[in-house]
């Protein structure tokens, strides 16, 4: 695979039952989106071309199987192209910094049923097209305004057949800005994207965008709304539809894990962040405050991913538990271990999800918490963090996670 804050205050405890469909990737007519408009964070033209490399591509064609009983839209070969093709696929997702352009991705992706293996082939566009240009490659601001558009377009759609695991790869690419949009209306931010000097730590060490960043790795702000443009990237809204889809969840599961490893090996034998510095402005801040606050959102986001299989599962529409998380294992990529030594080096996002695995998972995968703990405690062992701060991080973790699991759905 190339694949900020705390959050705000609880529900009241039960998750209500959530319409997909089943594990194999079929759908249900019914609940789904019954169940995601119940969420308390949810608001609630055959030709179009677009500018793919300079050239007017027609980016849909239409065909209907047994005499229109069952449409479906058929990608021409044009569009087929751009996923053999990423710079092309960049700039053709690209909707710009005004996103004028977002309306041409919007009738590129979103369509309730495509033809054949179309939906996987508009997924490996998404991913061409937002994913860097190799290991060691930052995000440009075009790659980045196209994950943007990507979560904007697909925003309250229902996904077809195939398109999730490209969707969750571009997810998994951008793990750190997803993060940072966790469903709240905090929507002051001034743009789709944060250029790469918006990284840059200010002289008590504090980055607005999260720790650790690469240099000169343009951000995307999926927290960004333009009601003018109709432009809304619910991060949280994507990832509800995408954990249906035992691939996509393998990618993201994955991606959380990958992120907790490449997180605690550049925090200190102490467990702080080593670019604190004290702030007269912030005295209540100490070293520890901003990954206290990261970890418990990790957390959150690997509670959240169960929250959705449980309600899923309840909901009768993961018609088969054990199936479902018999996939999700398959698809797997494996274990992360953060290195024994704290790390100084700041790789890009792109680097983060395609961190290599240590081997195979050991015990029950789908316990989150377990999981984690795993990790943290071999962290905090090999590391000699102190008893009291080691414990205090694996009870914030676990306050959260529990939490996740019991927000109302």
């Known amino acids: 695979m190339r694949g900020g804050g705390s959050n705000g205050d609880s529900g009241d405890g039960r998750a209500e039952g959530l319409g997909v469909g089943p594990a194999d990737g079929s759908t249900e007519p019914g609940g789904r989106f019954g169940l995601l408009r119940k969420h308390w964070l949810l608001a609630s033209g055959v030709a179009v071309v677009v500018l793919a490399a300079g050239i007017a591509v027609p980016l849909s064609g ?68 937002t994913r860097s240009a190799g290991k060691g490659e930052p995000h440009t601001e075009a790659q980045a305004r196209s994950a943007y558009a990507v979560a904007a377009a697909l925003h309250d759609t229902e996904l077809p057949t195939g398109l999730a695991p490209g969707v969750a790869r571009m997810l998994a690419e951008y793990t750190l800005d997803a993060a940072r949009d966790n469903g709240f209306s905090m929507k002051s931010e001034p743009g789709p994207v944060a250029p790469s000097e918006q990284a840059l ?28 443009a109709d432009a809304d990237a619910d991060i949280e809204y994507l990832i509800a539809e995408l954990a249906r889809d035992p691939e996509a969840f393998a990618i993201l599961y994955d991606a959380e894990r990958a992120n907790l490893a490449h997180y605690l090996e550049r925090l200190t034998d102490e467990g702080g962040d080593p670019a604190f510095r004290p702030s007269r402005r912030e005295p209540s801040s100490t070293a520890t405050t901003w990954p206290d606050n990261d970890l418990q959102d990790v957390a959150d986001r690997v509670g959240t991913l169960m929250k959705y299989r449980a309600a899923y599962t309840r909901d009768g529409t993961i018609s088969e538990l054990a199936a479902f998380d018999r996939s999700v294992r398959e698809r797997t990529r494996g274990t992360f271990r953060p290195a024994d030594r704290q790390l100084n080096t700041r790789p890009p996002m792109g680097d983060i999800a395609d961190r290599p695995v240590v081997g195979p998972v050991r015990g029950d995968l789908m316990d989150g918490r377990y999981q984690l703990f795993t990790v943290l405690d071999r962290w905090a062992e090999q590391r000699n963090v102190p008893p009291q701060r080691a414990v205090a991080m694996r009870q914030l973790m676990d306050d959260f996670y529990v939490r996740a699991l019991w927000l109302r759905i």
Do not use: M
């Open 62 to 129: 239409g065909a209907d199987d047994d005499q229109g009983k069952d449409p479906c839209r058929q990608l021409p070969a044009s569009v087929r192209a751009l996923a053999d093709d990423p710079a092309a696929a960049t700039k053709a997702l690209d909707p710009g910094d005004d996103l004028a352009r977002l309306g041409s991705v919007k009738k590129l992706l979103v369509h309730e049923k495509v033809c054949g293996d179309g939906a996987r082939v508009l997924g490996r566009i998404v991913d061409g097209a």
């Open 201 to 228: 730590p200010d002289e008590n060490g504090w980055v607005r965008l999260g720790r650790f960043l690469a240099p000169g790795e343009a951000h995307t702000t999926f927290a960004y709304v333009d009601r003018a």
